[in-house]
């Protein structure tokens, strides 16, 4: 059973550019989180999903980010018209719902 | 809503002594806790958790906590640390809504 899949591990993106990450969640978790941590910050929540559902995303920024987890396919965190301040390290985790959360490698986004 | 509280930001200790990490939160229903570790570069592993029964719950690594439910709390301890265990912890709450909430984590230093 493979863990949390997220790519790219490493993405570099112009300012202004789009950016979009993918979490395949572990074989038979529903749920999906998306975290944002920053240089000598914790764990931000940004959004939280079931399939084909958002069920709490008051951690995301009104603009420009948005998130889906489709019935098919990985969960996306899109980021448009990213800025120097959006990079970060990106977690996801994913879990059947009623345990314990894993965590994929994460996502380093670097805008330059 | 539902929160979590990790009140010490950095702790640093040398090589030996005994640690405890606090962790409270907030919620008012049934609680699933869970203590995740994060080693420099990695991504977050689950350290121990708790869902029902015995209150204290051992972890890997000789980690232990507690889950005392009229202090609202579940601290992390070890009685003697070791250099390896310089990481960020992260205490996090799972409630019946099943969202998962993290503390802002503490980074732990041990001195060799």
């Known amino acids: 059973n493979a863990g949390v899949m997220q790519n790219p591990r490493h993405l570099v993106r112009r300012r202004g550019q789009e950016a979009r990450l993918r979490c395949s969640p572990m074989k038979g978790h529903s749920h999906v989180y998306w975290y944002r941590q920053l240089p000598e910050e914790g764990l931000k929540f940004m959004v939280y999903l079931q399939k084909e559902n958002i069920i709490d995303e008051s951690g995301m920024p009104k603009e420009r980010f948005s998130a889906e987890f489709p019935k098919e396919g990985p969960s996306i965190l899109r980021i448009q018209q990213v800025v120097r301040g959006d990079s970060a390290a990106y977690f996801c985790?994913?879990?059947?719902?009623?345990?314990?959360?894993?965590f994929g490698q994460g996502t380093r986004l670097t805008v330059v | 809503a539902q929160s979590v509280s990790q009140h010490n930001h950095h702790v640093i200790l040398s090589e030996a002594a005994s640690l405890e990490l606090g962790c409270n939160y907030s919620y008012g229903g049934t609680v699933n806790l869970f203590w995740y570790v994060q080693y420099p570069g990695q991504h977050l592993q689950l350290l121990l958790k708790?869902?029902?029964?015995?209150?204290l719950v051992k972890g890997i690594k000789g980690f232990e906590a507690e889950f005392i439910k009229s202090k609202f709390s579940f601290n992390l301890r070890k009685p003697s640390v070791q250099w390896s265990d310089t990481a960020e912890y992260f205490c996090a709450l799972l409630g019946s809504a099943r969202q998962l909430t993290f503390g802002s984590g503490t980074q732990l230093t041990v001195l060799p």
């Open positions: 985790a994913s879990s059947p719902g009623d345990r314990e959360a894993f």
């Open positions: 708790y869902f029902s029964g015995d209150p």
